[in-house]
């Protein structure tokens, strides 16, 4: 199955911050950083799986 990336953008910049493996086979259809905690994302996709990433501190990386 292709791995889906999750990339997260800079609002301020409007370029990526971070492109992830996010260990989706589908479309991802929802992120959402966990309450008290920015550094985690976790996402939703159409493969029926949630998968939760810990975001690096800062820079620019690229993974799987």
């Not at 800079?10 to 971070?18: M, T």
Request: glycine share 10%.
């Amino acid at each position: 199955h292709p791995s889906f990336p999750l990339q997260v953008w800079d609002a301020a910049s409007g370029k990526p911050r971070w492109r992830l493996a996010s260990g989706h086979s589908a479309n991802i259809f929802s992120c959402h950083f966990m309450p008290r905690n920015d550094a985690r994302i976790i996402s939703a996709a159409a493969d029926g799986k949630v998968a939760g990433r810990v975001l690096p501190a800062q820079g620019f990386c690229q993974t799987g």
